[in-house]
């Protein structure tokens, strides 16, 4: 038995192709899909993977600022950022996400973005009256009892996304 292997072209080839997982391979495609789909709406060429690095860091920036849901709506930050990574993954030679000096509009314009993202987010907190009528219902002598009020406080008075991340 040989200390180094031998594969052929072909596993080499598959080894290359299977780095990234499935749900990545999805995350690139949607990505390159919404990229390329504003490319059309603006009536631009959409194969961005040619473009000098000036037009790129142009065409991104104003991507950025006018990327909106099928229904209109501004995505949630972390989608934000997936199309920003699945951007960086299709481009092989490039690096959008740390090349400052190269994509200094795309760079601002993300962080601009974000931060408008967040102050957008809105704070659903339930009415008081509906959380006097909780709090009557909830006996703290129980212990069961005790941790569903916990379990309803965590994320009132911690969270700011309701119970994701709860467990």
Known sequence: MSRFATI???????????????STKQATKVAVSVFRSYLKKKQLEDDFEKFPLEQLDDILSKFYLEM?????????????????????RFLPNVDILNDAKNFPKTTETFKAMS????????????????????????DVSNPVMLQKKVFIDIPIHFGRRGREGLR
């Open 8 to 22: 052929s072209e072909d596993q080499f080839k598959k080894s290359i192709e299977d780095k990234d997982s499935k």
């Open 68 to 88: 909106r849901k099928c229904c209109g709506g501004v995505y949630k930050t972390s989608s934000f950022k997936a199309i920003r990574h699945g951007l960086n």
């Open 115 to 138: 931060a408008e993202i967040k102050r957008q987010v809105v704070l659903i907190i339930t009415p008081l009256s509906n959380q006097k009528k909780l709090y009557n219902y909830l």
